[in-house]
């Protein structure tokens, strides 16, 4: 399947981040790919700089008028597309949810974020509630797309228990950056601890991963920090965590994949690791914390 990822500065700018991404996902689908996979939070800046309720403007419902463009792009493209929005649910209940689409426009099914992280410039918690929908993964006519966000990509057990249920390819849309106070070496161990991280991800579960960062600077608005420089480098790898592209890490880019859902299968034939599973010990995980 040949899969594409678009990474993507973003402007204050709602409207033209979107045609941005719609002349993207054209360019994209010109060049064969079936599925495309945008970053977190497309949209707008990463407003979760701050704690402002003014942003929760940003939000909108699902269906809604976000939906119905990204829809509208999927349809004329001929794409399955997944996307990354602010989802009012109700009066003070929202949350981050990628969302599918079809390739006829129809919304394929959505994955509400679960783990929120809440750090100096990310303070999502004041905005997100975490997701209900659980680790379910979303069938397209391109296979079932494992779909999770961000934060959710450190944890293991999502992405076991979405190739437990029948994904065939794991996807993170991510909005990941370096502190201004980040020294390079410590930017570089984040960077490659993100990658490393998530290529663990495809080894132990012997399936492809799907990762779409952002890239450019984004100010704090409150000026308490200075800002956030998402350092991009989106990839693709394989289900031996082997890199089959890797984006740029200042450089906003279309790219478009090969990846062979079925070595999955051989792969898994050779490291059975869902067979020897010894399932009936596992159940101190459902602790925080073993005393």
């Known amino acids: 399947m040949k899969i594409s990822i678009i990474q993507q500065a973003c402007t204050a700018d709602v409207q033209a981040n979107r045609e941005n991404l719609a002349a993207a996902i054209t360019e994209a689908a010109e060049k064969g ?6 970053q977190e939070l497309h949209d707008t800046p990463y407003f979760c700089q701050t704690e402002d309720v ?3 403007n940003l939000a909108e419902p699902i269906p809604g008028v976000a939906t119905a463009f990204y829809a509208h792009v999927a349809k004329v493209c001929n794409v ?3 996307a990354s929005l602010f989802e009012k649910r109700a009066a003070g209940l929202y949350h981050n949810t990628a969302v599918v689409f079809e390739k006829d426009g129809t919304i394929a099914g959505k994955y509400r974020k679960m783990h929120i992280p809440d750090d100096p410039a990310y303070y999502e918690k004041f905005y997100f509630t975490p997701g209900d929908i659980g680790f379910r993964p979303i069938q397209t006519s391109v296979g079932r797309l494992g779909v ?3 934060w959710d990509q450190w944890y293991p057990e999502g992405a076991r228990l979405m190739a437990l249920a029948g994904a065939e390819i794991l996807i993170y849309p991510t909005a990941i950056g370096y502190a201004s106070a980040d020294t390079p070496d410590e930017q570089a161990r984040q960077r490659q601890a993100w990658t490393l991280v998530q290529r663990g991800h495809a080894v132990a579960n012997g399936l492809p991963v799907v ?3 952002r890239t450019g600077f984004e100010p704090d ?3 308490q920090t200075d800002g956030i420089r998402f350092w991009g480098g989106s990839f693709v790898c394989g289900p031996q965590g082997e890199l089959l592209y890797q984006a740029p890490e200042t450089e906003s880019c279309v790219a478009v994949v090969d990846v062979d859902l079925q070595r999955s299968e051989q792969v898994r034939r050779w490291w059975p690791f869902l067979r020897d599973r010894r399932i009936e010990a596992y159940t101190d995980l ?6």
């Open 286 to 291: 459902q602790q925080r914390f073993i005393d």
């Open 80 to 82: 399955v597309l997944v």
């Open 33 to 38: 790919a079936q599925l495309v996979v945008l």
């Open 54 to 56: 003014d942003n929760f």
């Open 221 to 223: 608005p409150s000026g």
């Open 148 to 150: 999770q966000v961000c």
């Open 211 to 213: 990762a779409v960062n």
